[in-house]
């Protein structure tokens, strides 16, 4: 009896999460030069997560590796410019080079998660918009520890037209350079 009442309850519950949401549109650039790309990157803004929390000052430095994977060591400083050095070291991959703008990254073991580069700055390589399969996150990444305010809110504009939810960027403070 239960199981008859809790059957439609459950399918009309799912149905309702699934209706309620939101949608992104997570169409990634049609070419990425893979070595112009790696380096250094700053992390401008990005929505707040229990993996980031309280690091300032964070970077992303990408370093292409003879098996074509990428090394990325995300780094940052634990609650001010002069806190304790933190560090995740992972790898990257482009599973289908007809699709370089969606990569997987992985900082444990064999679970990947989407690395979507929904825009980027293809003559300089200067700002990229990151985003994953969900739209729970998001990242303005940039060459500099400094973004020009007007690049930083057209990639702003491009996130929000895209579906994300803009108030829940948070600007991450950096060093001047």
Excluded at 18 to 37: H, P
Excluded at 123 to 149: K, V
Aim: aromatic fraction near 14%; charge should be neutral.
């Amino acid at each position: 009896m239960i199981r008859k009442i809790f059957l439609p309850f459950f399918i009309a519950l799912l149905l309702y999460a699934c209706s309620s949401k939101s949608t992104i549109d997570t169409t990634t650039v049609k070419t990425v030069d893979i070595n112009r790309y790696t380096g250094n990157w700053y992390e401008i803004a990005r929505y707040q997560h229990s993996f980031e929390k309280d690091l300032v000052s964070v970077t992303a430095n990408y370093l292409l590796r003879d098996d074509g994977k990428i090394r990325v060591v995300n780094s940052g400083r634990k609650d001010s410019l002069n806190g304790e050095y933190d560090a995740a070291i992972g790898l990257a991959k482009i599973p289908n080079p007809e699709d370089p703008g969606k990569l997987k990254v992985s900082f444990f073991w064999i679970f990947y998660a989407d690395y979507y580069i929904l825009d980027l700055d293809t003559t300089n390589y200067s700002y990229a918009l990151i985003g994953s399969s969900s739209p729970d996150y998001l990242w303005i990444l940039s060459r500099q520890p400094q973004m020009e305010p007007s690049t930083y809110q057209m990639l702003v504009d491009k996130a929000e037209k895209r579906g994300y939810d803009i108030s829940k960027l948070y600007k991450v403070p950096q060093s001047e350079y």
